[in-house]
């Protein structure tokens, strides 16, 4: 097929009477003096424009950018530097009042230690107290059962004697009384 049409083609450009091979325009040996001469112009046109505006512009891109970034860099490590600060004053922060925390915790604890000391003393005391005028109570009572019972001891050896038809003095019986609760 397509060598059918490119026999068609040639039989064409037969009829037009062309009997050689066309040549390509832009290589005909006469049109290049001026393609040189539009080149040279297009290439000085495109070589100044580049020089004195693409390329100035370009590099003054380049250079605030590079200033730009160089400048963020410097401001994030002066920023780094005081959140590191700012980090440990903050760690030291949290240590005084730790410590003062803890010194407070302790003076706390001393003072309701001492307080319950001086209570624990007063309620001793006060116990001790109750305890003495109990002690003192108990002898006391104590020592009225005991004549009490030195009396009772007297009235029964008394009264045995009697039943048993035998004499003795009040003043010997609570003598003999005396002596055998002293035992």
Do not use: C
């Not at 004195?52 to 512009?57: A, G, S, T, V």
């Not at 009490?148 to 039943?163: C, F, K, L, P, S």
């Amino acid at each position: 097929m397509l060598i059918a049409l490119l026999a068609e083609g040639a039989a064409h450009g037969a009829e037009h009477g062309e009997g050689s091979a066309p040549a390509f325009p832009p290589f005909e040996t006469w049109h290049m003096p001026g393609q040189l001469f539009w080149l040279a112009i297009l290439f000085t046109t495109l070589y100044l424009a580049m020089s004195r505006w693409i390329l100035p512009k370009l590099s003054d891109t380049l250079e605030k950018r590079s200033d730009r970034i160089a400048s963020d860099l410097d401001q994030a490590a002066r920023l780094n530097d005081d959140a590191v600060e700012a980090q440990k004053a903050l760690e030291l922060r949290v240590a005084q009042a730790r410590n003062k925390a803890r010194e407070t915790s302790e003076k706390a604890r001393e003072k309701m230690e001492a307080e319950m000391s001086a209570e624990t003393a007063r309620v001793d005391a006060e116990i001790e107290k109750k305890l003495d005028a109990a002690d003192k109570r108990i002898a006391k009572l104590r020592a009225d059962a005991m004549k009490n019972v030195e009396q009772i001891a007297v009235d029964a050896a008394e009264a045995m004697t009697g039943r048993l038809g035998l004499k003795a003095s009040a003043a010997s019986l609570k003598k003999a009384v005396s002596s055998a609760l002293e035992k």
